[in-house]
């Protein structure tokens, strides 16, 4: 191949093709049917490009190619009848769209290619948009987690395990979790969209490049710089769609983690808890009977995409499993463009959610004390631990806690009365053992640490 004539004639299509780049500021708007033929009709742009460089068609065909590259030229409801009557929907825009172009330069459209390469390698261009705004998505959620965060980070909440009072943590810690598990799947969707930029293909019929000549490899290489693509794997991959399948398994994985947001909060604003609230516009109505209530709303709807997307992914899985070289499985794009928008809206209600959440602190306060002082007993035990042993304060502690639950009693009150055990600590000493805020171990430097390590990684996206 000529690289510095197929560079100068990249160069001067480009110029000419300026005028049908779309900016996709939406992942619904890349789906569309336009949408899709677009992007079809680009690499159908690029396929020209490229083999024009390499003599395999003339020069002014491609350049009548690239400048008729848009959809303007392929309106959707001739397509639509041109399919009644080829029934193939490749063919049917190609003889729409090929009427407009001069001089015979539609003899050279498509020109040794495959309808499956041209379609898989639109997929992919829409998959790489798609995660494109996925990302940004997230890292808008990002920051949103991030102020969440800082703000509450001292703020004092019960931990809970198995739904029971567990130990104090701050809210700012609950949110740090949210906040790495979000920058991982920001992660995962970068090496995913690695693997999407290297999944541009034409190979032909088979997969072994029959029908695009001798140069197949070579046009190969041109085609997805064309697009700007990086270089394509070696293998057909038609088969196997693992990358398409890992896509959707890590939009699978964004869902649960929202899911888990949805969750948490969907029970901490129920009633008996009460520590956080969904903001709503003040003329929402909670129920249509009972005007007292304020219903979770977005936790809630998190709480079902978790429960839908997955499912989406589930399909495109078991496309991995077809027949031989190349079964045509398109039409699995409809559960990738599905699950992508579903993606979308979902991370959108995210956003919204957490942005704008109320945050009680003296909910949690009142909730700290719920258990009248029992959740600090592993504090009181680590005290004595100095005085008589840790296995023994452990039995002892135990003891007292049974004795404080049976008799309503506060642990304090109860420990105070065990006189064998209060005898090693002053009233000073005891303020300071049960006080739950001085109990948070470094939830608030691990805020810090995680706001560190993801604002670390925010800059190399």
Known sequence: MNVTKLAVFSLYCALC????????????????????????????????????????IPQWAATEITQKASVRYAPL????????????????????????LEKGAG???????????????????????????????????????????????????????????ALPITFGKKVS???GENRRNIERLKQVQRSLEKSGILKGAVG?????????????????????????????????RDVLAEYALVLSLISKSCGRIGSELFLLQSTDIGETEEAVAKT?????????????????????????????????????????????????????????????????SALRLVANLKVKPEVMRANLDKTGG?????????????KI??????????????????????LRKAFERNHELSQHFSATDLDNLFDVTTYIGLAPQQVDAVIAEVKQKRMSD
Do not use: C
Request: charged share 20%; hydrophobic share 45%; no cysteine.
């Open 17 to 56: 093709s300026v005028v049908h780049s779309v900016e996709y500021k939406s992942v619904e708007a890349v789906f569309t049917q336009q949408s899709k033929n677009q992007f079809v009709l680009d690499i159908e742009a690029a396929l020209a490009r490229t083999q024009a460089a390499q003599g395999i």
């Open 77 to 100: 409801d001739e397509i639509a009848k041109e399919y009644s009557l080829v029934r193939h929907r490749m063919v049917a825009l190609l003889n729409v769209w090929t009427r407009s």
């Open 107 to 165: 003899e050279y459209v498509h020109f040794g290619a495959t309808t499956v390469d041209i379609y898989d390698t639109a997929l992919v261009m829409q998959l790489n948009r798609a995660t494109q705004i996925l990302i940004a998505d997230l890292r808008e959620l990002e920051l949103a987690m991030i102020e969440l965060a800082s703000r509450y980070r001292d703020t004092v909440m019960i931990g809970r395990t198995r739904g029971q009072h």
């Open 177 to 179: 979790t949210w906040l």
């Open 208 to 240: 072994s490049y029959l029908g695009l000549g001798q140069l197949a490899m070579e046009t190969e290489a041109g085609f997805v710089e064309q697009l700007g693509l990086q270089p394509a794997y070696a293998d057909d991959w038609h088969s196997s």
């Open 284 to 348: 929402a109505v909670g129920s249509s009977t009972m005007p007292h209530k304020k219903n979770p709303s977005k936790p809630e709807a998190l709480i079902f995409y978790s429960r839908t997307i997955p499912r989406f992914a589930e399909v495109v899985l078991e496309d991995m499993v077809n027949t031989f070289e190349r079964d045509d499985t398109s039409r699995t794009a409809r559960s990738l463009a599905e699950m992508s928008v579903e993606t979308e809206a979902m991370l959108d």
């Open 374 to 386: 029992l959740i600090m007993a592993q504090r009181v035990t680590f005290a004595l631990a100095d």
């Open 389 to 410: 042993g840790k296995t023994t304060a452990n039995t002892k502690m135990h003891d007292v806690a049974e004795v404080a639950i049976a008799n309503n009693l506060t």
